[in-house]
């Protein structure tokens, strides 16, 4: 992964990610007191959610720039740094929970983190997560493809987001009993007029790095939201075409 966060600006602007996030975590159904693993815990305001719950609950990031955040605003819970495709924990938890991560790992780092996974969990332990998943973003990743093609550079998706039935046999390959596992479409509301604009900032950033100057880069971004007004302009607010893959799974 390893991107540099605007951490206060995506805890401020993007709270819709761990919004969203609840209904994952309410998927986990172990006893209170259970240990959990928020893998990826971002500002960690989903891994507080967890400890409410009653779990004992530790978050995992990468990004120090949300680890600042998240030990400032809650300095009650454990939070480390590690890399979700290369991390060893001191003791095996009961849950490993993950909301909107996967889809930053390569799909060839997927089978290391799932092999980690599987090495921080107690036998029976369970795996519980939420990512994007096939066709995510089609309409924003399409239109910011066309642009880039129009300027002369070719668009590198930089996320992976695949089909239940090829993650559903990843997991099964690392050890894991898929339990529950559905993609649905969830268009999602952006903030302000410049939602859009916004989100490209925010969320694709490695495709612009062979955008020559700062200003084509903006030129682009600007081509792309007017493609997209037509469609994702609705009623005066800007809507995200998500698409969500979730899985519920056991480490046997
Ligand atoms: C997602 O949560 O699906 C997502 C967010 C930003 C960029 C790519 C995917």
């Known amino acids: 992964m390893n991107i540099k966060w605007n951490a206060n600006k995506y805890t401020e602007d993007f709270s819709f990610v761990h919004q969203y996030g609840n209904s994952v975590a309410e998927l986990i159904d172990a006893a209170k007191g259970s240990s959990v693993l928020d893998l990826g815990c971002g500002n960690g305001a989903l891994t507080k959610v967890l400890r409410d719950k009653g779990y004992l609950v530790k978050g995992m990031d990468e990004s120090k720039e ?6 400032e605003k809650y300095p009650d819970i454990d939070f480390i740094q590690g890399d979700a495709a290369d991390f060893t924990l001191s003791e095996p938890v009961d849950v490993v929970f993950s909301n909107a991560v996967f889809h930053w790992i390569n799909k060839d780092k997927q089978r290391d983190m799932l092999k980690c996974v599987y090495k921080a969990l107690n036998k029976d332990g369970r795996f519980v997560f939420e990512f994007g998943g096939h066709g995510n973003n089609k309409k924003i990743h399409s239109a910011l493809a066309r642009v880039f093609s129009e300027h002369g550079y070719c668009y590198r998706m930089p996320f992976y987001f695949p089909r239940i039935g090829e993650y559903a046999a990843m997991m099964e390959n690392a050890g894991f009993e898929v ?3 559905v993609l649905f ?7 302000g007029e410049d939602g ?14 062979i955008v020559k100057t700062e200003q084509e880069k903006e030129m682009i971004a600007d081509k792309a939201v007017e493609i997209l007004r037509d469609d994702l302009f609705i009623n005066g607010k800007w809507y995200a075409d998500y698409v969500r893959i979730r899985m519920k799974a056991v480490r046997v």
């Open 196 to 209: 859009l604009k916004d989100w490209i900032n925010m969320f694709v950033k490695t495709p612009f790095s």
């Open 179 to 181: 339990q529950y596992a």
């Open 185 to 191: 479409d969830r268009p999602t509301e952006l903030k």
């Open 66 to 71: 949300f680890l600042v955040i998240a030990k």
